[in-house]
Structure formats: structure tokens, C-alpha cells
């Protein structure tokens, strides 16, 4: 599982080459750098969709901290790790491993796996039950915020639509 120090210890020579300090004071004045040197502003909507993927991931965080299954921690943990792989590639790094289908269908299988515990839907259900569960539902609302802002900027610049895709799951 890789989440926490273990992923930024992991990615030490990926995604954080080109962050190094904790704050550089470049964004007083609302402009922020992206990894390939552009400066842009702090309200562009590449800027607005990285934010998002970061609460997103921050949301999933928050919830595996009341999961109790081991499983589903190992796939919050997976998740969490590609939205980092999806921030650095829509920030520019050059490096950055892409999200791809193979991504997507590998996200798609484990989904269906943890499906087939579950009872069928019949309806819509209404977010709740135990405190993991619940902190889940409000994470797939994060979640549906982040993808939204994605084809936002999709319409705009085109992006990897995987990335899109991805979080649509």
C-alpha cells in the first residue's frame, strides 16, 4: 500500500523533483508555477482541477482512516496513488506516469470484485450508515466535483481523457 511517507518516499525522483519547498512565496500575488516553468493563475481552471484531485485524495484518506477492510484500504491506497500520477500529469511533469485504460479497467475490476459482496440496488440510497461509510459517500461527492472541473478544463485544453474516465469510476 502506498500512501502517506511510504508514497512520497516512493516518488521522491517523480512527481516532487520539481517541489521542493514546503512554500516559495511565487504565489502571493495569486500566480503559482507548473512543472514545466509556466506561471499561471491561481484561478485557471488547470489550477481549480488540481485542487480538487488533492481534496479528492484527501477525502479518500479520511475515510480509510474508518474502513476496516483491508482490501478496501489496499484500493483507497491504489486510488490515492494514481490521483498523484493524475495531478502530475495535468500539472506538466514531464515525467509523470499517465493514467491510462489499463488504469481505468484495472479500477473497473476491482470495483465490480467488491460489487459482488454487495446487495443489488434497486434504488438510490440515501448516504450513511456507519461512519466509513459515510465518509465514503462524501468522498464520492468530492469525487463528482473533481471530474466535473476535469471536462471543465477539458473543454477548454484537452487533457488525457483517461484521467476523466478514471474518476468517473
Given at each position: 500500500?502506498?500512501?502517506?511517507?511510504?508514497?512520497?518516499?516512493?516518488?521522491?525522483?517523480?512527481?516532487?523533483?520539481?517541489?521542493?519547498?514546503?512554500?516559495?512565496?511565487?504565489?502571493?500575488?495569486?500566480?503559482?508555477?507548473?512543472?514545466?516553468?509556466?506561471?499561471?493563475?491561481?484561478?485557471?481552471?488547470?489550477?481549480?482541477?488540481?485542487?480538487?484531485?488533492?481534496?479528492?485524495?484527501?477525502?479518500?484518506?479520511?475515510?480509510?482512516?474508518?474502513?476496516?477492510?483491508?482490501?478496501?484500504?489496499?484500493?483507497?491506497?491504489?486510488?490515492?496513488?494514481?490521483?498523484?500520477?493524475?495531478?502530475?500529469?495535468?500539472?506538466?511533469?514531464?515525467?509523470?506516469?499517465?493514467?491510462?485504460?489499463?488504469?481505468?479497467?484495472?479500477?473497473?475490476?476491482?470495483?465490480?470484485?467488491?460489487?459482488?459482496?454487495?446487495?443489488?440496488?434497486?434504488?438510490?440510497?440515501?448516504?450513511?450508515?456507519?461512519?466509513?461509510?459515510?465518509?465514503?459517500?462524501?468522498?464520492?461527492?468530492?469525487?463528482?466535483?473533481?471530474?466535473?472541473?476535469?471536462?471543465?478544463?477539458?473543454?477548454?485544453?484537452?487533457?488525457?481523457?483517461?484521467?476523466?474516465?478514471?474518476?468517473?469510476r
Amino acid at each position: 500500500k502506498l500512501n502517506g511517507m511510504t508514497f512520497l518516499k516512493h516518488c521522491s525522483n517523480l512527481f516532487f523533483d520539481c517541489f521542493m519547498k514546503i512554500y516559495t512565496k511565487r504565489g502571493d500575488f495569486g500566480q503559482t508555477d507548473l512543472c514545466n516553468g509556466s506561471r499561471v493563475s491561481k484561478n485557471s481552471l488547470r489550477i481549480k482541477a488540481l485542487g480538487l484531485i488533492d481534496e479528492t485524495s484527501s477525502a479518500l484518506g479520511f475515510a480509510s482512516s474508518f474502513v476496516k477492510s483491508k482490501e478496501l484500504n489496499g484500493l483507497i491506497g491504489l486510488i490515492q496513488t494514481e490521483l498523484y500520477f493524475a495531478q502530475s500529469e495535468i500539472a506538466y511533469f514531464e515525467k509523470a506516469k499517465k493514467i491510462s485504460e489499463k488504469n481505468v479497467e484495472v479500477l473497473e475490476k476491482k470495483i465490480d470484485k467488491l460489487e459482488l459482496e454487495l446487495t443489488p440496488l434497486a434504488h438510490f440510497i440515501l448516504p450513511g450508515g456507519s461512519t466509513g461509510a459515510s465518509a465514503l459517500h462524501l468522498t464520492r461527492t468530492v469525487c463528482r466535483r473533481t471530474e466535473i472541473q476535469l471536462i471543465e478544463l477539458n473543454e477548454c485544453e484537452k487533457i488525457n481523457p483517461e484521467i476523466i474516465k478514471y474518476l468517473n469510476r
